[in-house]
C-alpha cells in the first residue's frame, strides 16, 4: 500500500479540535467551507431550501462525529465534498423515490441517470473550484468568455505555450468527473468515515 503524505497541519488540528469539542472550531470550519458545502448540495439538488438543509446535516454530522474524519485519508475539504454529495444525493433518491412512489412521471432507471449527472455536474465543480488559480482562470476565460489560447495568453499575460499548458492540464482534471475513482475526485466516504 503506498504512504500517503502527511496530511496538512490545520487539517489535523482542526479534527483534533473538533474532537474536543470546541465550538470555535466549528465556527471556523464553517466559515471556510460552508460556501463549498451549499454550492455542491445545491449543483444535485437543484433547490436552495434543500441545500440548505444538506449545508445544516453536514456540519452537524461534523459536530456529532469529528472522528469520522481521518486526516490520513485526505484532506478536509476532500473528505466535506464527499459527505455533503452522500447526503445530497440521498435526499436527492428520497424525493424522487417518493415522486415515483406518488406516481410521478419517470422510472427508476431515470432517477439513477438524475442522480449520476447531478453528481458527475457536483464532481466537477469541485475539481474546479479546488484547482489552482490560474488553470481556473485560463479556463473561464476559455469556456465563458470564448477565448482561444491566443487571447487567453494575451489576457493572462503569458506565453501562448503556457496557455495551451494550463488549458490542457485545466481539461485534463475536468475529465476526471466521470471517474469517481479519480485522483482529483473527492474519497468515497467509506474510507474515510
Not at 72 to 82: D, M, V, Y
Not at 101 to 126: F, I, K, Q
Not at 133 to 138: D, T, W
Amino acid at each position: 500500500m503506498p504512504k500517503r503524505d502527511a496530511p496538512p497541519r490545520w487539517d489535523r488540528k482542526m479534527q483534533q479540535r473538533l474532537a474536543r469539542g470546541e465550538a470555535a472550531a466549528l465556527g471556523e470550519l464553517y466559515d471556510r467551507f460552508a460556501s463549498l458545502v451549499h454550492g455542491l448540495a445545491h449543483r444535485v439538488l437543484g433547490d436552495e431550501h434543500a441545500a440548505d438543509g444538506v449545508t445544516r446535516d453536514v456540519f452537524a454530522h461534523v459536530w456529532q462525529h469529528p472522528d469520522s474524519y481521518d486526516p490520513r485519508q485526505g484532506p478536509l475539504r476532500s473528505w466535506l465534498a464527499a459527505l455533503t454529495n452522500r447526503l445530497a444525493v440521498q435526499r436527492l433518491r428520497t424525493a424522487e423515490t417518493a415522486a415515483l412512489a406518488r406516481g410521478g412521471p419517470g422510472t427508476t432507471e431515470d432517477l439513477e441517470r438524475t442522480v449520476r449527472h447531478a453528481t458527475v455536474a457536483a464532481r466537477a465543480d469541485y475539481i474546479v473550484q479546488s484547482m489552482p488559480a490560474p488553470l481556473r482562470a485560463a479556463l473561464e476565460l476559455a469556456y465563458f468568455q470564448r477565448r482561444d489560447y491566443r487571447q487567453t495568453a494575451a489576457d493572462l499575460g503569458v506565453t501562448d505555450e503556457e496557455a495551451r499548458r494550463r488549458l490542457r492540464l485545466g481539461l485534463q482534471l475536468l475529465a476526471t468527473a466521470h471517474d469517481t475513482e479519480a485522483p482529483g475526485a473527492p474519497p468515497g466516504i467509506g474510507g474515510a468515515a
